[in-house]
């Protein structure tokens, strides 16, 4: 099955213009960035509409993370710099069940490097990148790498 591009989303939802899609795509030419996060930092969309567009696009439900209350000793499971250069922090833990929120879901990647890191089976919601950047920087102190 093939999934609906973030541009047609938000197109439909009424929140792009076919103009402003080209300027973005234009910059993601240059910058080689994911389209949602040019769009949030063009001032286009804003990140919670990223969030949101992406859970529905991947089907994972969202996680507010200045709301959500995560075990330190669960967001301290993968290491700092990993969470930072990915944008991924694990947030509950259930048995072998590993809950991580992401900024991209899609990013097959990190969840398969989650997963081998902590020999847990992972999950995903979908959270702000900023809200993950402060969360990591609250619970990950500086020695733990």
């Given at each position: 099955m093939v999934r609906k591009r973030i541009g047609d989303y938000l197109i439909e939802k009424g929140?792009?213009?076919?103009?402003?899609?080209?300027?973005?795509?234009?910059?993601?030419?240059?910058?080689?960035?994911?389209l949602g996060r040019i769009l949030v930092k063009m001032n286009i969309i804003s990140a919670s509409t990223l969030r949101d567009i992406l859970s529905l696009q991947s089907g994972c439900p969202t996680v507010?993370?200045?709301?959500?209350?995560?075990?330190?000793?669960?967001?301290?499971?993968?290491?700092?710099?990993f969470c930072l250069n990915n944008k991924v922090m694990a947030i509950q833990k259930s048995g072998k069940k590993l809950t991580l929120a992401?900024?991209?879901?899609?990013?097959?990647?990190?969840?398969?490097?989650?997963a081998q890191m902590t020999g847990m089976q992972v999950e995903v919601k979908v959270a702000k990148e900023s809200e993950i950047t402060e969360a990591i920087e609250a619970f990950c102190s500086e020695e733990i790498k």
């Open positions: 929140l792009l213009t076919q103009e402003k899609l080209k300027l973005a795509l234009k910059e993601q030419k240059k910058t080689h960035e994911r507010n993370l200045s709301k959500a209350l995560i075990p330190p000793e669960v967001a301290r499971l993968l290491p700092k710099d992401m900024a991209d879901p899609f990013d097959i990647v990190t969840l398969d490097m989650a």
